[in-house]
Each structure stands twice: as C-alpha cells, then as structure tokens.
C-alpha cells in the first residue's frame, strides 16, 4: 500500500468495523471483484468515516448514501469494480479523479497510486473532504475545487482518469490527457447510463462498454 491510513483519528468505532469490512470484501468476491490489491484497499478503507453519523449503520451495506449538496457517495461495489479497472492500466503512478464527494473512491485509490488527483466542484464538499483525508492521513491526494469537466490539464498525463459523474457525452477533452497504456474509467447517459472505459494503446484509443450504473450528473461550472 501507498500509505498508512490513520484509522484510529476517526475513534472506535474504526477498529471494531474491521471485522464488518472483511465481510464486505467476501460479498465483492462474490460479485467478480478479484483484484488482490483491490480487496485489500476495501478491506482498510472504513467507509462509516466517509458518512454522516446517523447513517453510520448502512456504511457497509452495498448502497448509495447521501453525502449532503444533493450527492452521494458510490456503492462499494462500483467503487471496487473502477478501482479494479484502473488496475489494468500498464503503470499506477497518477490517477486524476473527477468527482470527490466525500473522499472514499480517491482513498481507495491513494492506497494504490503514487498519487491522486481529484476534482470537485462543490466548495462546501472539497473543504469538508480536505479536512477529512488530512485527518485520516492521505497525503497522496491533490485535491483542487474546479470544474472537472475537461479534466485537469496541469498535471497531465495519468495512468487514469476516473470520473464518478455521469455525461451524457463522451468527455473527449480528457483523452490527450492519457498516457499511453492509459485508461478513461466513465460512466455515460443520463436516466439509462453505462460504464464505458477506454483505453490509450499505441495504436490509438479502444472503447469498451461495461455494465449499467446509476451515477448523480456531471455538472458544469463550481458552485
Ligand atoms: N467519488 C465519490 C462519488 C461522489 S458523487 C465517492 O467516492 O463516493 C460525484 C461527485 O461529482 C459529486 O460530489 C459532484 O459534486 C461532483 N461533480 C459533478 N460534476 C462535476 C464537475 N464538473 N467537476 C468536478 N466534480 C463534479
């Protein structure tokens, strides 16, 4: 792992949810996750860290969850299943994130990247997620509020590029942002959306289409 997360910040409750995580892990198996690097991350990561206290109970059920400003945070599946497709790109040195919410998808992937980038453009979420991966100790992560939209140029190119919002277009503008041996992990639609994923080869981009996924919308400008 990348990085040692301070689970103990986050008071009891982190250590006695170990036990729920592994529980979790051995559901992902059971739903085709098999990344070894993978399971680990979602095995450290406690997710009732990322949530609202009064929700606290569902944190391990494979659900959606409101995170406050009309979002939510990813079901663990589906942050399991991008992580694991992020795996298959040739390098794991920057991943570029478009969407922090509360922070749970960017420190799956600070567990396994050199570095994370991530973008979000609602300010009361970027602050709220700084302070909390500060305090859970994820000093791999970039985060920046901007508009993610057309990515994040300056620290171009990424091994990955992941975006947790849904457009009901391709965003091209991310492409030359790939390295070569890159991958653009994305979900696309609007009411009906599919995960699609593509990939930066030496003779040019290969797009795949994945399984249906339900994600809030990529929304233009910060708020
Ligand atoms: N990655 C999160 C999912 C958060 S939901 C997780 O681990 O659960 C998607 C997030 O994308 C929301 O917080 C939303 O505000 C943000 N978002 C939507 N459009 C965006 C844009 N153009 N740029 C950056 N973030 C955006």
């Not at 497709?85 to 567990?111: R, W």
């Not at 995960?195 to 981009?205: D, K």
């Amino acid at each position: 792992m990348a990085i040692r997360l301070n689970i103990a910040a986050l008071g009891g409750a982190g250590m006695t949810s170990a036990r729920t995580r592994s529980r979790l892990v051995e559901r992902l198996k059971t739903q085709g996750i098999c990344h070894a690097g993978v399971l680990a991350a979602m095995a450290e990561v406690p997710r009732h860290g990322f949530i609202d206290e009064a929700l606290a109970h569902k944190a391990y059920d494979d659900v959606s969850l409101p995170i406050g400003f009309g979002q939510t945070i990813s079901q663990p599946y589906i942050v399991a299943r991008m992580t694991e497709l992020a795996m298959g790109a040739t390098q794991h040195e920057k991943v570029l994130e478009i969407g922090t919410g509360c922070g749970y998808q960017t420190t799956v992937l600070a567990l396994l990247f050199k570095t994370v980038y991530s973008v979000e453009r609602i300010g009361g979420l970027y602050k709220a997620t700084r302070e909390r991966l500060n305090v859970l100790g994820v000093h791999n992560a970039r985060l920046r509020h901007a508009d993610g939209s057309k990515g994040l140029a300056e620290a171009a190119p990424y091994d990955v590029i992941i975006i947790t919002a849904a457009a009901p277009i391709l965003p091209e503008d991310m492409l030359p942002q790939l390295k070569e041996g890159g991958r653009l992990i994305f979900p696309v639609g609007d009411a009906e959306q599919e995960l699609h994923q593509i990939e930066r080869t030496s003779e040019g981009f290969i797009e795949t289409r994945l399984e249906k996924v339900n994600f809030v919308p990529l929304l233009p400008g910060v708020a």
